[in-house]
């Protein structure tokens, strides 16, 4: 028997609890070890706790990366495209690094030890954030007047602190985001009916909760950073992660925890496959086979996509056999179900750089427009991207209770439309999206000519905040169908021992997404603004051409479109559940 992924032995139910026998789940164990009372454990009950501490990190990640910009533009003194790419950079870092906490929770310490230790990290970052705002900042006597714009060298200690403790936010967040989702669809079992169609819901209202909590946070916290302090817009978010972890712990009696076998890791057995593929790929069919293939095994269970790894499963006759040490059938389909997701996963990173621009270059569009909402206030720009949690609060309740039910009656499917289809229609809705937005820079740009503020970089454009609704409420509305859509194919089509892994390449998407958005940025700062020319991501953006930047990503997500089309169309699903999608 194996231990529990909170790190206690298994125990075996007694004789005299016949009665509880049946209402137990397989597979899973409660806090004490022993088996999991579906009366008393896991669904929503734990699903609860679970989301409420997704709520409070996110307003501890949003309340660092939603106003990131302009902290790096403000008290750190960066030019736009320097700024830009370094709110790039340490996105796509914490997005790529819960394939690392993945990695360890999956093979070693399970989601539940990984979560609090990710949170103690995630903690210590946030704290440091907050002691480098404290420090003294630079001062207008340092800096240099270089034409239109002041050039500022902050203190060394202030820069060093501020960026070591950025990446440590990145790496709580690296074991913290896969885990604590993939945790919370553990509480579902996906061979009960009922907790099957459940765990489908979970993710929509997963995201619907986390949008509702950010939505007001961001309100908050940017009127803070902006107005007030960065000391308390920093402080915050570190109190709102220790709420997080306590929350968590509080729900312990509750989770039900997956059994970790004590066999070989899941990463070691794919890795073993592509391994003995490799080795086998002159080896015919006439050799010897394993017992798995000579039992006639592979008829039943291999799939004909990527059949070059059905060769993990031979042993050329010169070669000594050891059976022990050889590739089975359930490990080949485990690394053909992972191999599958690559052209998803790779045809879906237009999607992410488009995403990248969100905090970036949207929010340096209204820095620029008149933001007065009231005599005496006006709105921080970060704030708009409020807006697009917004759309999601509005959208995923009509989509749960209305869309699905509604297509589920015409198609058949428990959900409604696949997962890839929901997926497909909000890459189409970002696309929409970005066209919106370069048509509504074209405007910005116009007015500013017109009105004569084109040379005036900190003159408001006469033209409302109100002009960017429409981008962020598009590109909320995709993401309800593609976010969430993504969220659940990479939990639902990975092994079962490696869905923490699946959230994290899920989330690995947005960090690649936002090395190639830095890519661009740099690579066409470069070709843009040679000669002294202004270029596209100019310092002054009445002489930037964000419009062709937004054209560009416009075209680059037609062809990832296209090509996500074609790969989703011969797609197998990996059929775990007791429905099909």
Known sequence: MGKSEAGLEVVEV???????????????????????????????????????????????YYGIQGNLISYLTGPLHQSTATAAENVNVWSGTSTLLPLLGAFLADSFLGRYRTIILASLIYILGLGLLTLSAMLPSVSNSECQVDDEFKSCSPPLLQVVLFFISLYLVAIGQGGHKPCVQAFGADQFDEQHPKEHRDRSSFFNWWYFTMCA??????????????????????????????????????????????????????????????????????????????????????????????????????????????????????????????????????????????????????????????RTILPGFDIPAASLQTLMTLAIVLFSPIYDRLFVPVARSITGKPSGITMLQRIGTGIFISIVTVVTAAVIETKRLKTAQESGVVDEPNATV?????????????????????????????????????????????????????????????????????DGQDSWFANNLNKAHLDYFYWLLAGLSVVGMALFTYFAKSYIYNNKGVTRQ
């Open 462 to 530: 006469p033209m409302s905040i109100w002009w960017l609704i429409p981008q962020y409420m598009l590109f909320g509305v995709s993401e309800v169908f593609t976010m969430v859509g993504l969220q659940e194919f990479f939990y639902d089509q990975v092994p079962n021992e490696l869905r923490s892994m699946g959230l994290a390449l899920y989330l690995s998407i947005f960090g690649v997404g936002n090395f190639i958005s830095s890519f661009l940025i740099s690579v066409i700062e470069k070709a843009t603004g040679k």
């Open 14 to 60: 007694e004789e005299d609890e016949e009665e509880e026998r049946d209402d137990i789940v397989d597979g899973v164990v409660d806090f004490r070890g022993g088996g999991a009372i579906r009366s008393k454990s896991g669904s929503w009950r734990s699903a609860a706790f679970i989301i409420g501490v997704e709520v409070a990190e996110r307003i501890a």
């Open 213 to 370: 909590g950010c939505m007001t946070t961001l309100w908050i916290l940017n009127y803070i950073q902006d107005n007030l302090s960065w000391v308390l817009g920093f402080g915050f978010p570190c109190v709102a992660m220790i709420v997080a972890l306590l929350v968590f712990l509080l729900g312990t009696m509750t989770y039900r925890f997956n059994i970790q076998q004590r066999d070989k890791s899941p990463f070691l057995r794919i890795g073993r496959v592509f391994v003995a593929a490799i080795r086998n790929r002159r080896t015919t069919h006439s050799t010897t086979a394993v017992k798995g293939e000579r039992d006639g095994l592979l008829a039943h269970q291999s799939s004909d996509q990527f059949e070059f790894l059905n060769k993990a499963l031979l042993v050329p006759k010169d070669e000594d056999f050891i059976e022990e040490e050889s590739c089975s059938p359930s490990e080949v389909e485990e690394a053909k179900a992972v191999l599958r997701l690559v052209p998803i996963w790779a045809t879906t990173l237009v999607y992410a750089v488009v995403f990248a621009q969100v905090p970036t270059f949207f929010t340096k569009q209204g820095v620029t427009l008149d």
